[in-house]
Structure formats: C-alpha cells, structure tokens
C-alpha cells in the first residue's frame, strides 16, 4: 500500500491554500474548484453518495507534497463552524509532514495562521545520537497535524543511530 492522499475541511480556500502552500511547502495541482450538487456526472453522484442530498457544494483544490501525497482541501458551503479535535473519538485526528527545516516550518506556519500546540519534544533525548524531533501545530482551521524532523522509521525504529 501506499499513502495517496488525505482530505481536509477548511473555513476558507483562499486563507487555506496561502497557508498550504506558502508556510507548508506544498505544491498546487488544481486550484479552487466549485462543486455543486448534481447527478449527471459520475463526480457528481458521488459526491452525493459521501455528501447526502441537499449538501449545497463546496470548493476543493488540490495540492502534493514534495514525495507526491496528495491533499485535497474541501470548503463546504453550509458548515463552516471550526473543528474541535475531540480526544475521545475514535478516528483520525490528525496528520504528519516532515521537514528538514524544522525551525523555519513552524516560523512559516506561525506568520500564515498556524498554531503551535506543545512545545517541541525529542524522542530520544536520553540518548545525543539521535535527533529526531517533533511538534504538534493547527493549520488556521483548527486542524491538528505533526511536524517531524526525520522520517517515521527513523523516529520509531529500534535500530535507529
């Protein structure tokens, strides 16, 4: 398997793709795009399939990051309230990007909305050979992500130097 692309709910496409873009590095596939429900098209019949009848469109655009994950940003026309994460659901709560400029990301998602929520952890910080770090930020909407200064097996694997 490979990771092909996540799906996420934003307040507003402009602010949205600025922040995406510009603070998170990403590259723009399709910009902001309105959706409207319909049956004619197979898009549209899907939509209405995930959506319900009556969803009354939304805006999506699609971006990639740098190994080529996609993300689909959605900006729904009737739910605009902003998410709050709830811990005790079950479900995805968030998603994660690395970076090799662990400083100037979080500098970046600061000026373009973000938020940092914890102060920056290391892994492994009984042990100076091993680097790897982490924090957990919101993108303007509220939406919790992870920044991480090596990949997911260096982090996690057992071996790592």
């Known amino acids: 398997m490979k990771m092909s692309h996540v799906g996420i709910m934003v307040g507003d496409m402009d602010q ?6 510009k603070a998170l590095g ?13 049956r004619e098209t197979a898009i549209g019949r899907m939509c209405i399939a995930v959506f319900g009848e009556g969803f009354k469109g939304f805006n999506i655009a699609h971006l990639v990051t740098t190994d080529g994950i996609g993300v689909e940003l959605f900006e729904m026309v009737d739910r605009q309230e902003r998410h709050e994460v709830d811990f005790s659901r079950i479900g995805i709560f968030h998603f994660s990007l690395q970076t090799d400029d662990f400083a100037g ?57």
């Open 105 to 161: 990301a979080i500098k970046r998602i600061e000026e373009f909305g973000g938020k940092v929520r914890i102060d920056i952890m290391r892994y492994h910080p009984e042990d100076d050979s091993k680097q790897a770090k982490m924090v957990y930020l919101e993108d303007p909407f509220g939406n919790l992500f992870e920044l991480y200064s090596h990949s997911y097996e260096e982090t996690y694997a057992s071996d790592y130097d």
């Open 26 to 38: 990403l590259k723009l596939v399709m910009g902001n795009t309105k959706v409207v429900e319909e």
């Open 16 to 21: 949205a793709v600025e922040f995406y873009t």
